[in-house]
């Protein structure tokens, strides 16, 4: 059963760059099997796709976040990671890590999410 | 930009069925998902491709879909039912994932 754990910072400051981490355990990180993918909910909100990454390093962002995005794989660490630039207080949220079954295309399995709160 | 609607509230009696719709011009193209949300909670996913349910997930659990509408059908609902449902597809040009807005189901 594949599980996953975000990590980072709690507080970003307006205009810096929130990073965040997943990592991934209990499943081939590297099988082709599943997209890589970040999800977030702002507080008492719905949930927004972000973006997703494959085994072989493609990636596709939520247009309307993709100036700002970039999300990355290391393999040998079982992780991936989003970077989100330039950010504001509608950045405010939850953000979950999730893996897409590249076969069912559903988001599978999730992380507990991690919130993240955009200020000064 | 692709929007999923879904109504904002739904509520239901306990042993009652609950439907809770989810509408978009892609959805005669491209497959809808549904997942649950229980306060401060992860999503988890209750149904896939329209109408299939993930092991574990309890049969009164049903995905039918019509058209641009698509419907999650909880029959006989109880009271650890009550949560934000929310469908999920892609758009019908590249992988573009959208969440519908959610609708909160209340077991009355």
């Known amino acids: 059963q594949v599980q996953l754990q975000e990590s980072g910072p709690g507080l970003v400051k307006p205009s810096q760059t929130l990073s965040l981490t997943c990592t991934v355990s209990g499943g081939s990180f590297s099988s082709g099997d599943y997209y890589w993918s970040w999800i977030r909910q702002p507080p008492g909100k719905g949930l927004e796709w972000i973006g997703y990454i494959s085994y072989s390093g493609s990636t596709y962002y939520n247009p309307s976040l993709k100036s700002r995005v970039t999300i990355s794989v290391d393999t040998s660490k079982y992780q991936f990671s989003l970077e989100l630039t330039s950010v504001t207080a509608a950045d405010t949220a939850v953000y979950y890590c999730?893996?897409?079954?590249?076969?069912?295309?559903?988001?599978?399995?999730w992380g507990q999410g991690t919130l993240v709160i955009v200020s000064s | 930009s692709y929007e999923l609607t879904q109504p904002p509230s739904v509520s239901v009696s306990p042993g009652q069925t609950a439907r809770i719709t989810c509408s978009g011009d892609a959805l005669p193209q491209q497959y809808a998902y549904w997942y649950q949300q229980k306060s401060g909670q992860a999503p988890v996913l209750v149904i896939y491709?329209?109408?299939e349910r993930p092991s574990g997930i309890p049969e009164r659990f049903s995905g039918s879909t019509s058209g641009t509408t698509v419907t999650l059908t909880i029959s006989g609902v109880q009271a650890e039912d009550e949560a934000d449902y929310y469908c999920q597809s892609a758009a019908s040009s590249g992988p573009y994932r959208v969440f519908g807005g959610g609708t909160k189901l209340t077991v009355l």
């Open positions: 999730a893996t897409e079954g590249a076969v069912t295309k559903s988001f599978q399995h």
């Open positions: 491709k329209d109408s």
